[in-house]
């Protein structure tokens, strides 16, 4: 799924003549853009609407696309939400590599990706507004949710973690524990609290700093 939506490299015409793209490249590329498409507009709707309520006749209109490209792509709706997932893990992934660059002690780094995992709760509201729910009812959207949300993207802040030397002398299992911890704050605090219970955003977003610098003082402390 993530090589279909990466992107891809623009060609540009020389002012003399029209240079086209093979036909099997154009054909790529419209299938990553009516791919994309759907997923858009799957978000879209399952957050207005709920997963349950929208059908796959609806997305496709809202896409622009051809409801039997939903079939053809995703396997149906349960498919298409299992794409929407892996998408939107992909893309959180990259950013984080790309924008939040490694800091030059442990607290700053664990405190800059606890802020970066809130404000991402936050942008991701309407996201966790389907899959949530879904994975209440769902055993197989509550696997996928484990692997693709909690699995790989802790991974990614444990990797960033264990090259700090307080970190390296952690057991396996506390360093694993501090790594999930960012993802637990940051859906607490950047999704549960301002969204579900009605706090105040920044005040959530500076309690979440604080626990923060509550749990990595331990840390360094132990060291």
């Known amino acids: 799924m993530a090589s279909t939506l990466s992107h891809h490299e623009v060609r540009h015409a020389h002012p003399a003549k029209v240079v086209f793209s093979p036909p099997v490249v154009s054909r790529k590329r419209d299938r990553a853009a009516k791919q994309e498409a759907l997923l858009q507009a799957a978000l879209r709707l399952f957050a207005a609407k709920g ?3 929208t059908t796959t006749r609806e ?3 809202a896409a622009g696309c051809a409801e039997g490209l939903i079939h053809r792509y995703f396997q149906g709706k349960a ?3 299992a794409a929407l997932v892996d998408y939107r893990v992909f893309r959180e992934v990259l950013d984080l590599h790309h ?3 490694p800091a030059s002690t442990l607290q700053q780094e664990f405190l800059q990706l606890v802020k970066w ?16 729910p879904r994975a209440i009812v769902d055993r197989e959207v509550a696997a996928m949710m484990d692997h693709s949300v909690t ?3 802790a991974k990614v802040v444990l990797d960033r973690l264990k090259h700090f030397h307080a970190c ?20 607490v605090f950047g999704f549960l609290r301002p969204l579900i219970l ?4 920044l005040r959530s977003k500076e309690m979440a700093v604080a626990l923060a610098k509550i749990l990595i003082r331990g840390v360094d402390f132990a060291a």
Do not use: C, N, T
């Open 51 to 53: 997963y349950e309520s």
């Open 59 to 61: 997305i496709a209109a």
């Open 79 to 81: 498919g298409l939400l």
């Open 99 to 101: 924008k939040v660059h």
């Open 117 to 132: 995992e809130v404000e991402r709760m936050w942008q991701d509201r309407d996201f966790l507004r389907v899959l949530i």
């Open 151 to 153: 699995s790989v993207r």
């Open 168 to 187: 390296a002398k952690l057991p396996e299992e506390e360093l694993a524990a501090l790594a999930q911890s960012v993802g637990v704050i940051g859906i």
């Open 198 to 201: 009605g706090h105040d955003r």
